[in-house]
């Protein structure tokens, strides 16, 4: 076992380390819920390395911990032969993971701050996430993917940049599927990414498993049920 | 002239980028207001790559352009020669880049999406933004940082965790005084750190230029004017 996660269980934030370790076949394993609460309650000077919340990754060879997840997942992705060799196209990896974090703070309205009201929701779905949608379809369209083959940064290997996307679109259009039509439509080609990535055979046992042990659970809490209110009220008009 | 920087005309993020390419020395020009507008506002497929907002940097000798702080940040860094050798050290600095990027967030309540409310601030300030200063204290000590010397990391050799621990605190407290007591409280080390770093030659003249140019100027907008607000009525009780 070379790797702990700390994450809840929920897919949001987790599964872009998740679905890193599984492509690469890592060894891993997800800490119960109360070690999570543990570690993230210790006084600052008694954690292992001083860290805000989950995602905490141990990395149990090394005997080292890691928080932040745009920060896990470029650690991880160098270790595990993830990232283009150009070091601008592994910048390029970095920004989608950060994009997709910002994606994340947006959808839950900056990490369920506030809920949702109805006019900021339909700015954000049909402005914010419809330019999010564009920006990656606009950047994998420009390094050579296509509606049913290729790979956001160009190549024939798989990088970090296509587990980022399907982590981000993937995890919440199947979660909310609602919003599968705005991917379809703002962002086809990463919507047919998403496809391929999913059917790939570690990914998609993880995702079997999720989808039997949470079901359609995405971020959980009480942000949740605000966008679901949301898309079902959408839904109506 | 090997870099261009599209950033408003205030420290905030803009700092993190520009305290890195003073200390590497390196030749860079700041874009004027209406080209970063232009360059915001474009449709995304025109774009010489699909960017939400800035910072963006133009990589003048290579023309790629790179959206996103910490992505910034990260790779002039490896450019610049400015990351520790240890490649978890490394991973330290890109995720002290990420907490940083969370306390700008924070303190300007989410980007400025809503004023400050005085209970909210008041919760911000003696524990959010403690814990945020404890953090990077109790890294720095972890390492090898002491009251009057050494750096983050450890070792002799300056790195991005130094620049990134002034570019957010140093920042902060020069134009946000009332906030110097904080962080003398809450992380002494990091406080004489800032010091140093503060008086290292490139970016001295660079903090000596900000002053007289924008004086205390720190995020600018609406938000700046709450924080203020909220600091003087602070200082009231």
Redesign the interface.
């Known amino acids: 076992m070379n790797y702990k996660l700390y994450y809840w269980p929920a897919p949001f934030r987790g599964n872009f380390i998740r679905f890193l370790l599984e492509e690469a076949d890592e060894k891993y394993e997800e800490a119960p819920v109360k070690d999570i609460s543990e570690l993230y309650s210790l006084p600052?000077?008694d954690?292992p390395?001083?860290?805000?919340a989950p995602p905490f990754l141990h990395?149990v060879e090394?005997n080292?911990y890691?928080?932040?997840m745009?920060?896990i997942v470029?650690?991880l992705s160098?270790?595990l032969h993830l990232l283009p060799q150009d070091?601008?196209k592994s910048?390029?990896c970095?920004?989608l993971v950060?994009?997709s974090n910002?994606v994340l703070?947006e959808i839950t309205n900056?990490n369920g701050?506030?809920m949702w009201e109805r006019e900021a929701w339909r700015q954000f779905r049909d402005k914010r996430l419809k330019?999010?949608l564009?920006?990656?379809e606009?950047?994998g369209r420009?390094y050579g993917l296509k509606s049913d083959s290729g790979f956001m940064l160009g190549g024939d290997q798989i990088s970090t940049a296509d587990i980022v996307a399907y982590a981000l679109w993937g995890t919440m259009i199947r979660c909310l599927p609602e919003l599968s039509a705005d991917c379809r439509k703002h962002a086809p080609y990463i919507f047919g990414l998403c496809q391929r990535i999913e059917s790939r055979r570690n990914i998609s046992q993880l995702v079997k498993n999720q989808e039997k042990n949470y079901g359609k659970l995405y971020c959980g809490g009480q942000i949740e049920k605000s966008i679901r209110s949301m898309l079902e009220q959408d839904g109506k008009q």
């Open positions: 600052i000077e954690q390395l001083p860290m805000m990395d090394r080292v890691l928080s932040q745009p920060a470029m650690h160098e270790k070091s601008y910048a390029l970095n920004k950060l994009d910002d703070i900056y701050s506030v330019r999010w564009e920006i990656f606009q950047t420009k």
